[in-house]
């Protein structure tokens, strides 16, 4: 429970609990079990311990309604995300967010500096027409039928969730959506992650953070990873990841 919402979670027990840990944050039309193992796999390679929740219409969390746009980022980030933390004990997690998930990693170091370092991969941090294609493409084919049964077999909410995400990124007056100028603000260390291609984004995401973080940022572009290099290239994300969380500070920790 956090907040009074009922959300779908997995801890994975730490092998070495004096390490910060691992807070799973999912993409757009992900949940926790979307995840499938690779947070077990990241979790062996560290010995950290690891939190997996499905955010409030997701998986089989309770529906929330809320409104479109980035406000429900925002949300996800500064409200929820830290009554999660809380309910769980996690205090200085190490946050490892896809797509949406990333974003709303970065939007939670931002906003509250309490991340002992991110794992970001696929994150938006503005909006551009490949986003915008790619989510049009998905609509019609959630329209269609083939991917709402697809959805439909990991989500209990499965439309109004849907309508939330393609209501945010076809809305036009989002179209100028940008958190760039709050990167400054993350001052913890950044590991970037982007396949290619990506039919929602592209290395200007990239760019972006690298430049706008104030912390430490290293980067990893997998040629043919997609938009979920975790599952299409989890070998090298896994050992990059690895490294990278061995590496943090112990200061952080």
Partial sequence: MARGQRLECRRIPPRRPQLPSLVFLHEALGSAAQWRDFPDQLAERTGAGALIYSRAGHGRSESLQVSSGAGHLMNEATVV??????AAG???PVLVGHSDGG?????FAASTGAAAGLVVE???VFV??????GVAHARAAFNGGGLRD???RWHDHVDPMFARWTGTWLDPTFRGWSMEPALESVSCPVLIIQGEPDPYGTMAQVDAIQRGVSGPAR???L??????PHATKAKEVLDVAAAFIAALPKDRA
């Fill in 90 to 92: 996690i205090e200085r």
């Fill in 122 to 124: 696929a994150a938006h």
């Fill in 128 to 133: 551009e027409d490949v986003t915008v294609a």
């Fill in 150 to 152: 697809k959805l439909a």
């Fill in 219 to 221: 980067t990893l572009v």
């Fill in 103 to 107: 974003t709303i990693a970065l939007m």
């Fill in 223 to 228: 040629p043919g990873g997609g938009h979920a």
């Fill in 81 to 86: 995300l830290p009554a999660v933390l809380a």
